[in-house]
């Protein structure tokens, strides 16, 4: 069974300074994986989504890169902003079913 | 891009009482809807999986005579969650997915506090 998990489960930074996201997946045989944000007591919006073909997808001053064959991905936000502040989550869709990571609370300080 | 509706996006009942939760695809057709529901400071949780005009399937420990799911279209799916309890307090959402193009779509989610 897919398994992901994100690291670190919480993340507190100064406004602009740049970070990395990490999210790892058991099962490499996905099809996407995507990476949303959820405000709290709101639904999920999605960021960005990189098909398993892709290696990288960019939005913004968001990258999310994809290595299957570590099981990997990341999401990289650069010079952050204090309305970054959310739980980011990652998910593996290895078919018709999205496996969730635990999540990543970031809180940016203005 | 797609929309999706859901709601109530937050119900407050007593004990005992029945909650239904609509969720619907306004712009296109989901043969497929998946159910989660997020307790607090924990991921998000696959419930059930639904196929429009069939039975729902059920993940393990979730209890298909409590959580009521009915998948009448390819637009619409209803999850009635009967009988609540405080300890069903969670956070539900639906995402209707469109299976060819291996892609969910996310409701805004329903805030279901037991009293």
């Known amino acids: 069974k897919q398994e992901v998990t994100q690291i670190p489960a919480a993340l507190s930074v100064p406004e602009g300074e740049n970070l990395v996201l990490n999210c790892s997946f058991t099962?490499?045989?996905?099809?996407?994986l995507q990476w949303f944000r959820q405000d709290p007591g709101k639904g999920l919006t999605s960021l960005l989504l990189i098909q398993s073909s892709q290696r990288e997808q960019t939005s913004g001053r968001l990258n999310a890169s994809l290595d299957k064959s570590s099981g990997r991905s990341t999401l990289y936000i650069a010079a952050s902003q204090p309305g970054d502040s959310a739980t980011y989550l990652c998910a593996a869709n290895t078919g018709n079913q999205f496996y969730f990571g635990t999540g990543t609370s970031l809180t940016v300080i203005p | 891009g797609a929309v999706v509706s859901q709601h109530p996006s937050w119900v407050i009942c007593k004990s005992g009482t029945s909650v239904k939760i609509e969720c619907r695809s306004l712009d296109f057709q989901a043969t497929t809807m998946f159910w989660y529901r997020q307790f607090p400071k924990q991921s998000l949780m696959l419930m059930a999986t639904?196929?429009?005009?069939?039975?729902?399937?059920?993940e393990q420990g979730v209890e298909k005579d409590k959580f009521l799911i009915n998948h009448a279209s390819l637009t619409l799916s209803t999850l009635t969650v009967t009988s609540a309890h405080p300890e069903d307090s969670s956070f539900y959402i639906c995402?209707?997915?469109?299976?060819?193009?291996?892609?969910?779509?996310f409701g805004a989610g329903t805030r279901l506090s037991v009293l």
């Open positions: 639904s196929n429009e005009g069939s039975k729902a399937t059920y």
């Open positions: 099962d490499s045989a996905i099809y996407n």
């Open positions: 995402s209707p997915s469109v299976v060819a193009k291996n892609i969910q779509y």
